[in-house]
Protein backbone atom coordinates (compact mmCIF):
# COMPACT_ATOMS: atom_id res chain seq x y z
CA UNK A 1 0.00 0.00 0.00
CA UNK A 2 2.75 2.66 1.09
CA UNK A 3 4.64 1.58 -2.06
CA UNK A 4 1.49 2.05 -4.07
CA UNK A 5 1.08 5.77 -2.85
CA UNK A 6 4.40 6.46 -3.22
CA UNK A 7 4.49 5.77 -7.27
CA UNK A 8 1.20 7.64 -7.21
CA UNK A 9 2.93 10.38 -5.31
CA UNK A 10 5.88 10.68 -7.82
CA UNK A 11 3.12 10.47 -11.04
CA UNK A 12 1.83 13.53 -9.61
CA UNK A 13 4.65 15.51 -9.21
CA UNK A 14 5.58 14.67 -12.56
CA UNK A 15 2.27 15.72 -13.80
CA UNK A 16 2.60 18.65 -11.97
CA UNK A 17 5.99 19.64 -13.60
CA UNK A 18 4.51 19.31 -17.03
CA UNK A 19 1.57 21.22 -16.49
CA UNK A 20 3.92 23.93 -15.53
CA UNK A 21 5.81 23.93 -18.52
CA UNK A 22 2.70 23.51 -20.75
CA UNK A 23 1.18 27.06 -19.00
CA UNK A 24 4.56 28.65 -19.71
CA UNK A 25 4.23 27.76 -22.96
CA UNK A 26 0.55 28.98 -22.68
CA UNK A 27 1.20 31.86 -21.97
CA UNK A 28 3.26 32.95 -25.02
CA UNK A 29 0.12 33.34 -27.74
CA UNK A 30 2.68 34.42 -30.09
CA UNK A 31 5.22 31.32 -29.79
CA UNK A 32 1.96 28.89 -30.46
CA UNK A 33 0.30 30.25 -33.53
CA UNK A 34 4.22 30.26 -35.07
CA UNK A 35 3.67 27.39 -37.61
CA UNK A 36 7.62 25.91 -36.59
CA UNK A 37 6.21 24.59 -33.75
CA UNK A 38 2.84 23.17 -34.18
CA UNK A 39 2.22 21.20 -31.09
CA UNK A 40 -0.84 20.58 -29.28
CA UNK A 41 0.82 21.13 -25.66
CA UNK A 42 -2.29 18.94 -24.13
CA UNK A 43 -1.71 15.53 -26.69
CA UNK A 44 2.28 16.62 -25.56
CA UNK A 45 1.00 16.42 -21.81
CA UNK A 46 -0.62 12.93 -22.33
CA UNK A 47 1.95 11.36 -24.50
CA UNK A 48 4.96 12.41 -22.07
CA UNK A 49 2.62 11.13 -18.63
CA UNK A 50 1.83 7.97 -20.93
CA UNK A 51 5.92 7.56 -21.73
CA UNK A 52 6.76 8.36 -17.87
CA UNK A 53 3.95 6.04 -16.30
CA UNK A 54 4.55 3.13 -18.69
CA UNK A 55 8.60 3.33 -19.25
CA UNK A 56 9.14 0.19 -17.99
CA UNK A 57 6.11 -1.97 -19.61
CA UNK A 58 6.64 -4.34 -22.00
CA UNK A 59 6.59 -3.04 -26.30
CA UNK A 60 3.19 -3.71 -26.90
CA UNK A 61 1.38 -2.54 -23.72
CA UNK A 62 3.11 0.82 -24.13
CA UNK A 63 2.64 1.49 -27.85
CA UNK A 64 -1.35 0.36 -27.14
CA UNK A 65 -1.43 3.54 -24.87
CA UNK A 66 0.81 5.66 -26.84
CA UNK A 67 -1.94 4.79 -29.78
CA UNK A 68 -4.71 5.79 -27.86
CA UNK A 69 -3.66 9.01 -27.31
CA UNK A 70 -4.84 10.16 -30.37
CA UNK A 71 -1.97 12.63 -30.84
CA UNK A 72 -0.63 14.53 -34.46
CA UNK A 73 3.16 13.13 -34.73
CA UNK A 74 5.95 15.01 -35.85
CA UNK A 75 9.17 16.03 -35.81
CA UNK A 76 8.63 19.21 -33.49
CA UNK A 77 6.54 16.45 -31.41
CA UNK A 78 9.51 14.28 -31.28
CA UNK A 79 11.87 16.72 -30.24
CA UNK A 80 9.20 18.52 -27.79
CA UNK A 81 9.05 14.76 -26.03
CA UNK A 82 12.97 14.77 -25.83
CA UNK A 83 12.74 18.34 -24.58
CA UNK A 84 10.74 16.98 -21.54
CA UNK A 85 13.03 13.94 -20.72
CA UNK A 86 16.46 15.65 -21.30
CA UNK A 87 18.02 13.41 -19.01
CA UNK A 88 16.02 10.15 -19.09
CA UNK A 89 16.99 7.85 -21.73
CA UNK A 90 14.31 5.33 -21.04
CA UNK A 91 10.99 7.31 -22.01
CA UNK A 92 12.64 8.85 -25.25
CA UNK A 93 13.71 5.68 -26.30
CA UNK A 94 10.86 3.58 -26.04
CA UNK A 95 9.03 6.57 -27.97
CA UNK A 96 11.61 5.87 -30.52
CA UNK A 97 10.80 2.68 -30.89
CA UNK A 98 7.26 3.45 -31.27
CA UNK A 99 7.67 6.32 -34.33
CA UNK A 100 9.85 3.48 -35.63
CA UNK A 101 6.66 1.18 -36.05
CA UNK A 102 4.71 4.28 -37.39
CA UNK A 103 4.64 3.87 -41.31
CA UNK A 104 4.13 7.32 -42.59
CA UNK A 105 7.00 8.88 -39.93
CA UNK A 106 10.44 8.76 -40.89
CA UNK A 107 13.63 9.94 -38.76
CA UNK A 108 15.80 13.40 -39.75
CA UNK A 109 19.48 14.21 -39.13
CA UNK A 110 17.79 17.08 -36.27
CA UNK A 111 15.67 14.32 -34.57
CA UNK A 112 18.44 11.62 -34.31
CA UNK A 113 20.91 14.11 -32.83
CA UNK A 114 18.75 15.19 -30.48
CA UNK A 115 18.35 11.95 -29.00
CA UNK A 116 22.19 11.79 -29.29
CA UNK A 117 21.84 14.34 -26.81
CA UNK A 118 19.58 12.74 -24.22
CA UNK A 119 21.68 9.32 -24.64
CA UNK A 120 24.86 10.77 -24.03
CA UNK A 121 23.50 13.76 -20.68
CA UNK A 122 22.13 10.32 -19.03
CA UNK A 123 25.47 8.27 -19.41
CA UNK A 124 24.12 5.44 -21.42
CA UNK A 125 27.04 4.79 -23.84
CA UNK A 126 25.91 1.51 -25.09
CA UNK A 127 22.55 2.82 -26.89
CA UNK A 128 24.67 5.70 -27.36
CA UNK A 129 26.76 3.84 -29.78
CA UNK A 130 24.28 1.81 -31.20
CA UNK A 131 22.19 5.10 -32.41
CA UNK A 132 25.38 6.18 -33.91
CA UNK A 133 25.58 3.02 -35.98
CA UNK A 134 21.94 3.69 -37.00
CA UNK A 135 22.73 7.03 -38.00
CA UNK A 136 25.77 6.08 -39.84
CA UNK A 137 23.88 3.17 -41.73
CA UNK A 138 20.81 5.72 -42.57
CA UNK A 139 23.50 8.38 -43.81
CA UNK A 140 22.15 11.07 -41.86
CA UNK A 141 25.41 12.38 -40.34
CA UNK A 142 25.93 15.54 -39.73
CA UNK A 143 28.79 18.14 -38.33
CA UNK A 144 26.39 18.48 -35.00
CA UNK A 145 26.13 14.75 -34.75
CA UNK A 146 30.10 14.55 -34.55
CA UNK A 147 29.84 17.54 -31.72
CA UNK A 148 26.80 16.00 -29.77
CA UNK A 149 28.66 12.28 -29.69
CA UNK A 150 32.08 13.18 -29.42
CA UNK A 151 31.24 15.72 -25.96
CA UNK A 152 29.23 12.85 -24.34
CA UNK A 153 31.69 9.74 -25.00
CA UNK A 154 34.47 12.34 -24.15
CA UNK A 155 32.60 13.30 -20.92
CA UNK A 156 32.29 9.68 -19.82
CA UNK A 157 35.63 9.08 -21.12
CA UNK A 158 35.43 7.06 -23.73
CA UNK A 159 38.17 7.65 -25.91
CA UNK A 160 38.70 4.84 -27.74
CA UNK A 161 35.46 5.11 -29.23
CA UNK A 162 36.28 8.98 -29.69
CA UNK A 163 38.84 7.69 -32.35
CA UNK A 164 36.68 4.75 -33.13
CA UNK A 165 33.77 7.21 -33.93
CA UNK A 166 36.34 8.93 -36.81
CA UNK A 167 36.45 5.37 -38.49
CA UNK A 168 33.17 4.24 -38.68
CA UNK A 169 31.85 8.06 -40.45
CA UNK A 170 34.55 7.42 -42.49
CA UNK A 171 33.31 3.99 -43.62
CA UNK A 172 29.86 5.46 -44.00
CA UNK A 173 30.55 7.84 -46.60
CA UNK A 174 31.26 10.99 -44.44
CA UNK A 175 35.08 10.58 -45.32
CA UNK A 176 38.08 12.15 -42.53
CA UNK A 177 37.66 15.73 -42.73
CA UNK A 178 40.16 18.37 -40.89
CA UNK A 179 37.04 20.93 -40.96
CA UNK A 180 34.75 18.82 -38.64
CA UNK A 181 37.85 17.59 -36.63
CA UNK A 182 38.77 21.42 -35.57
CA UNK A 183 34.91 21.61 -34.86
CA UNK A 184 34.95 18.98 -32.38
CA UNK A 185 38.45 19.76 -31.10
CA UNK A 186 37.00 23.50 -30.26
CA UNK A 187 33.59 22.19 -28.95
CA UNK A 188 35.95 19.82 -26.51
CA UNK A 189 38.30 22.47 -25.30
CA UNK A 190 35.60 24.93 -24.97
CA UNK A 191 33.79 22.50 -22.68
CA UNK A 192 37.21 21.89 -20.27
CA UNK A 193 37.81 19.00 -21.89
CA UNK A 194 41.23 19.53 -23.25
CA UNK A 195 42.80 16.27 -22.26
CA UNK A 196 40.77 14.50 -24.29
CA UNK A 197 40.44 16.87 -27.39
CA UNK A 198 44.45 16.18 -27.52
CA UNK A 199 44.15 12.21 -27.55
CA UNK A 200 41.65 12.28 -30.62
CA UNK A 201 44.10 14.63 -32.41
CA UNK A 202 46.90 12.65 -31.94
CA UNK A 203 45.51 9.45 -32.66
CA UNK A 204 44.01 10.81 -35.64
CA UNK A 205 47.43 11.94 -36.83
CA UNK A 206 48.17 9.30 -39.88
CA UNK A 207 44.62 10.28 -41.15
CA UNK A 208 44.05 14.12 -40.81
CA UNK A 209 46.97 16.13 -39.93
CA UNK A 210 46.32 18.98 -37.57
CA UNK A 211 46.48 22.45 -38.65
CA UNK A 212 47.07 25.97 -36.70
CA UNK A 213 43.60 26.16 -36.29
CA UNK A 214 43.74 22.73 -34.50
CA UNK A 215 46.40 23.80 -32.31
CA UNK A 216 45.93 27.18 -31.54
CA UNK A 217 42.29 25.59 -30.13
CA UNK A 218 44.42 22.58 -27.99
CA UNK A 219 46.35 25.64 -26.18
CA UNK A 220 43.25 28.10 -26.08
CA UNK A 221 42.25 24.98 -24.25
CA UNK A 222 45.27 24.36 -22.29
CA UNK A 223 45.13 27.85 -20.81
CA UNK A 224 41.52 28.36 -19.96
CA UNK A 225 42.52 25.54 -17.35
CA UNK A 226 45.66 26.88 -16.49
CA UNK A 227 47.84 24.20 -17.39
CA UNK A 228 50.80 26.55 -18.51
CA UNK A 229 53.22 23.24 -19.14
CA UNK A 230 51.28 21.41 -21.49
CA UNK A 231 50.27 24.36 -23.24
CA UNK A 232 53.94 24.87 -24.19
CA UNK A 233 54.22 21.44 -25.25
CA UNK A 234 51.27 21.86 -27.71
CA UNK A 235 53.12 25.55 -28.74
CA UNK A 236 56.52 23.50 -29.77
CA UNK A 237 55.01 20.61 -31.33
CA UNK A 238 53.41 23.13 -33.79
CA UNK A 239 56.42 25.02 -34.08
CA UNK A 240 58.25 21.70 -34.83
CA UNK A 241 55.84 21.23 -37.50
CA UNK A 242 56.15 24.29 -38.91
CA UNK A 243 53.11 26.45 -38.57
CA UNK A 244 52.92 29.55 -36.88
CA UNK A 245 51.63 30.29 -34.28
CA UNK A 246 48.25 31.43 -34.50
CA UNK A 247 47.37 35.38 -32.86
CA UNK A 248 44.48 34.13 -30.75
CA UNK A 249 46.63 31.60 -29.50
CA UNK A 250 49.47 34.23 -28.34
CA UNK A 251 47.16 36.44 -26.45
CA UNK A 252 45.33 33.50 -24.74
CA UNK A 253 48.92 31.97 -23.56
CA UNK A 254 50.02 35.78 -23.08
CA UNK A 255 46.81 36.30 -21.07
CA UNK A 256 47.15 33.15 -19.00
CA UNK A 257 50.75 33.97 -17.98
CA UNK A 258 50.07 37.25 -16.79
CA UNK A 259 46.93 35.63 -14.44
CA UNK A 260 49.50 33.24 -13.13
CA UNK A 261 52.22 36.36 -12.38
CA UNK A 262 54.61 35.10 -14.49
CA UNK A 263 55.09 39.00 -16.34
CA UNK A 264 58.21 38.33 -17.67
CA UNK A 265 58.12 35.59 -20.01
CA UNK A 266 54.69 36.82 -21.44
CA UNK A 267 56.96 40.04 -21.93
CA UNK A 268 59.08 37.70 -23.47
CA UNK A 269 56.12 36.37 -26.08
CA UNK A 270 55.18 40.17 -26.57
CA UNK A 271 58.80 41.02 -27.67
CA UNK A 272 59.36 38.12 -29.86
CA UNK A 273 56.28 39.11 -32.03
CA UNK A 274 56.75 42.56 -32.39
CA UNK A 275 60.32 41.63 -33.48
CA UNK A 276 59.50 38.90 -35.95
CA UNK A 277 55.64 39.45 -36.83
CA UNK A 278 55.04 42.88 -35.91
CA UNK A 279 52.16 43.26 -38.61
CA UNK A 280 50.25 40.62 -36.63
CA UNK A 281 49.68 42.28 -33.62
CA UNK A 282 46.79 44.00 -33.15
CA UNK A 283 44.62 46.36 -30.89
CA UNK A 284 43.90 43.13 -28.60
CA UNK A 285 47.18 42.52 -28.00
CA UNK A 286 48.23 46.45 -27.17
CA UNK A 287 45.07 46.58 -24.79
CA UNK A 288 46.27 43.11 -22.94
CA UNK A 289 50.28 44.30 -22.59
CA UNK A 290 49.24 48.09 -21.82
CA UNK A 291 46.43 47.02 -19.26
CA UNK A 292 49.17 44.64 -17.85
CA UNK A 293 51.70 46.99 -17.34
CA UNK A 294 49.67 49.42 -15.92
CA UNK A 295 48.32 47.61 -13.44
CA UNK A 296 51.79 46.75 -12.02
CA UNK A 297 52.67 50.56 -12.06
CA UNK A 298 55.39 50.19 -15.40
CA UNK A 299 53.87 53.13 -16.63
CA UNK A 300 57.36 54.47 -18.88
CA UNK A 301 56.96 50.91 -20.89
CA UNK A 302 53.09 51.36 -20.97
CA UNK A 303 53.79 54.61 -22.97
CA UNK A 304 56.10 53.25 -24.89
CA UNK A 305 53.89 50.56 -26.60
CA UNK A 306 50.93 53.16 -26.54
CA UNK A 307 53.36 55.20 -28.84
CA UNK A 308 54.10 52.26 -30.68
CA UNK A 309 50.36 52.00 -31.84
CA UNK A 310 50.35 55.29 -33.78
CA UNK A 311 52.63 55.20 -36.52
CA UNK A 312 50.73 51.56 -37.46
CA UNK A 313 47.48 53.15 -37.62
CA UNK A 314 46.12 51.43 -34.53
CA UNK A 315 43.86 53.62 -32.71
CA UNK A 316 43.45 53.15 -29.25
CA UNK A 317 39.99 51.74 -27.88
CA UNK A 318 38.14 53.53 -24.46
CA UNK A 319 39.02 50.21 -22.55
CA UNK A 320 43.10 51.09 -23.52
CA UNK A 321 42.85 54.49 -22.68
CA UNK A 322 41.13 53.54 -19.33
CA UNK A 323 43.99 51.51 -18.36
CA UNK A 324 46.30 54.41 -18.96
CA UNK A 325 44.19 56.83 -16.94
CA UNK A 326 44.16 54.28 -14.08
CA UNK A 327 48.26 53.92 -14.20
CA UNK A 328 48.63 57.83 -14.42
CA UNK A 329 46.76 57.95 -11.04
CA UNK A 330 48.68 55.06 -9.04
CA UNK A 331 51.50 57.49 -9.82
CA UNK A 332 49.57 60.54 -8.82
CA UNK A 333 49.53 62.41 -12.32
CA UNK A 334 46.36 63.68 -11.91
CA UNK A 335 46.06 66.37 -14.73
CA UNK A 336 47.63 63.74 -17.09
CA UNK A 337 45.05 61.69 -16.67
CA UNK A 338 42.53 64.26 -16.58
CA UNK A 339 43.52 64.84 -19.88
CA UNK A 340 43.60 61.78 -21.51
CA UNK A 341 39.95 61.64 -20.22
CA UNK A 342 38.91 65.02 -22.00
CA UNK A 343 40.43 64.09 -25.39
CA UNK A 344 38.53 60.94 -25.79
CA UNK A 345 35.88 61.68 -28.04
CA UNK A 346 33.18 59.63 -26.88
CA UNK A 347 34.19 57.66 -23.13
CA UNK A 348 32.21 55.51 -21.78
CA UNK A 349 31.66 53.95 -18.39
CA UNK A 350 35.35 51.95 -18.37
CA UNK A 351 37.01 55.06 -18.93
CA UNK A 352 35.64 57.15 -16.06
CA UNK A 353 34.82 53.73 -13.60
CA UNK A 354 38.68 53.72 -13.48
CA UNK A 355 39.44 57.31 -13.04
CA UNK A 356 36.44 57.49 -10.11
CA UNK A 357 37.72 54.09 -8.56
CA UNK A 358 41.23 55.32 -8.48
CA UNK A 359 40.43 59.11 -6.97
CA UNK A 360 38.95 57.28 -4.19
CA UNK A 361 41.34 54.90 -3.76
CA UNK A 362 43.54 58.19 -3.38
CA UNK A 363 41.48 59.45 -1.25
CA UNK A 364 40.32 62.25 -3.43
CA UNK A 365 36.67 61.59 -2.83
CA UNK A 366 35.66 65.29 -3.32
CA UNK A 367 37.45 64.76 -7.01
CA UNK A 368 35.74 61.24 -7.60
CA UNK A 369 32.42 63.00 -7.07
CA UNK A 370 32.75 65.96 -8.91
CA UNK A 371 33.39 63.91 -12.24
CA UNK A 372 30.67 62.29 -11.44
CA UNK A 373 28.10 65.48 -11.08
CA UNK A 374 30.25 67.14 -14.26
CA UNK A 375 28.32 65.21 -16.77
CA UNK A 376 26.05 61.56 -15.40
CA UNK A 377 24.14 61.63 -18.29
CA UNK A 378 27.79 61.40 -20.71
CA UNK A 379 29.29 58.40 -18.21
CA UNK A 380 26.13 56.39 -18.29
CA UNK A 381 25.15 56.95 -14.54
CA UNK A 382 22.10 59.19 -14.38
CA UNK A 383 20.34 56.31 -13.20
CA UNK A 384 22.22 56.38 -10.12
CA UNK A 385 21.91 60.10 -8.53
CA UNK A 386 24.22 61.80 -6.44
CA UNK A 387 22.65 63.11 -3.47
Not at 358 to 384: H, S
Amino acid sequence: MARRLLINRTICIFQYHLHRQTFVTDSDLSQLSKPSSPVNPYQLLRVCTVLYQQQNSDEPKLHSHLRNCDFDLSHEFFLQVCNKFPYSWKPVHKFFQFTQAQPHFSHTSVTFNKMLDVMGKSRNIDLLWEVIQEIADRRLVTNKTFIVALKALASARELKKCVELFHLMNAHEFHYSLETLNMVIETLCGSKLVVEAKFIVLKLKPWIKPSRETYKHLINGFCKVGNLVEASKIWNQMLEEGLEADIDAIEKKMETLLKNNQFDEAMKLFLSMRSGRIDDLGLSTYRLVITSMCKRSKLTQAYLVFEEMRPRGIRADNPTLAALVYGLLTKRRIRESYKIVEEIENPDISVYHGLIKRLLRLKMAREATQVFREDPNRIGLDQYPVH
